[in-house]
C-alpha cells in the first residue's frame, strides 16, 4: 500500500496567516492526489483534486500543487471558517490511502 | 452531485454484525464507484473498501477483507456495508461516499452513521 505522511500533524495559526500543508507519498503517484477538509461532527469535504484542481464551489484561497512523490495545499489568507483538519487522499492505486491529517487550530 | 442519507446509529455487542446502509437520490449508485470509509474517535479516515465499476467484484482493504461485506441494491438506489466479528475497535463513524470513476476523488458524503461496540 502507499503510505502518506502529512506534515505538520498540527498548525496553530492566525486569521489572514498563509499556511502550507505537505503530503508525502511513499512512491510515485503522479498527479493522483486529493486533498479533503473535515469540520467537528461532519463528513469531509473535497477541495482539491488531481493534485492542484479546486473543487467547484471551493474558494479561490485555497490552491494545490505537486506530483509524484511531493505535493501542498496552500491557504493563501486563513479565514475563520477554515479551522480544520486536512487530509491528503491519494487516487493512484487501490487501497486509495489517507494522510494521517493536519489539525488546523486558532492561534 | 447525488445526495447520500445513511442509516441511524447502532450500538452493538463484541463478536456480533452490523450493516449499515447508504440511500442515493438525485442519480443512480451504478453509475458511481461507491467507497466506504470510517473514522475512529479522534482518528483519521481509513478506506474499507468499495464498488469500483472498473472491477468486476467489490474492493476490499486487505484489513477488512475477511469481515466486510458490500453489496448494492439498484432497485432501492441503496448500497449496504456489513462488517462483521465486530470487537471494540471497529466503534467509529462510518461513512459511504461517492466517486465518478474507479481513481477519481470522493464528492459526495454520506452524514456518517455512528458505530459503538460495547459489551
Known amino acids: 500500500d502507499i503510505q502518506l505522511t502529512q506534515s505538520p500533524s498540527f498548525l496553530s495559526a492566525s486569521v489572514g496567516d498563509r499556511v502550507t500543508i505537505t503530503c508525502r507519498a511513499s512512491?510515485?503517484?503522479?498527479?493522483?492526489l486529493a486533498w479533503y477538509q473535515q469540520k467537528p461532527g461532519k463528513a469531509p469535504k473535497l477541495l482539491i483534486y488531481?493534485?492542484?484542481t479546486l473543487q467547484s464551489g471551493v474558494p479561490s484561497r485555497f490552491s494545490g500543487s505537486g506530483s509524484g512523490t511531493d505535493f501542498t495545499l496552500t491557504i493563501s489568507s486563513l479565514q475563520p471558517e477554515d479551522f480544520a483538519t486536512y487530509y491528503c487522499?491519494?487516487?493512484?492505486?487501490?487501497?486509495?490511502?489517507f494522510g494521517g491529517g493536519t489539525k488546523v487550530e486558532i492561534k | 452531485q447525488v445526495q447520500l442519507v445513511q442509516s441511524g446509529a447502532e450500538v452493538k455487542k463484541p463478536g456480533s454484525s452490523v450493516t449499515v446502509s447508504c440511500q442515493a437520490s438525485?442519480?443512480?449508485?451504478?453509475?458511481?464507484?461507491i467507497n466506504w470509509v470510517r473514522q475512529a474517535p479522534g482518528e483519521g479516515l481509513e478506506w474499507m473498501g468499495g464498488?469500483?465499476?472498473?472491477?468486476?467484484?467489490?474492493k476490499y482493504a486487505q484489513k477488512f477483507q475477511d469481515r466486510v461485506t458490500i453489496t448494492t441494491d439498484e432497485s432501492a438506489n441503496t448500497a449496504h456495508m456489513e462488517l462483521n466479528s465486530l470487537r471494540s475497535e471497529d466503534t467509529a463513524v462510518y461513512y459511504c461516499?461517492?466517486?465518478?470513476?474507479?481513481?477519481?476523488?470522493?464528492?459526495?458524503w454520506g452524514q456518517g452513521t455512528l458505530v459503538t461496540v460495547s459489551s
Open positions: 461516499a461517492t466517486a465518478r470513476s474507479a481513481y477519481g476523488p470522493t464528492v459526495s
Open positions: 438525485g442519480g443512480s449508485l451504478s453509475s458511481y464507484a
Open positions: 464498488i469500483i465499476p472498473v472491477f468486476d467484484t467489490p
Open positions: 512512491q510515485g503517484i503522479s498527479s493522483y
Open positions: 488531481a493534485a492542484s
Open positions: 487522499q491519494q487516487l493512484n492505486s487501490y487501497p486509495p490511502t
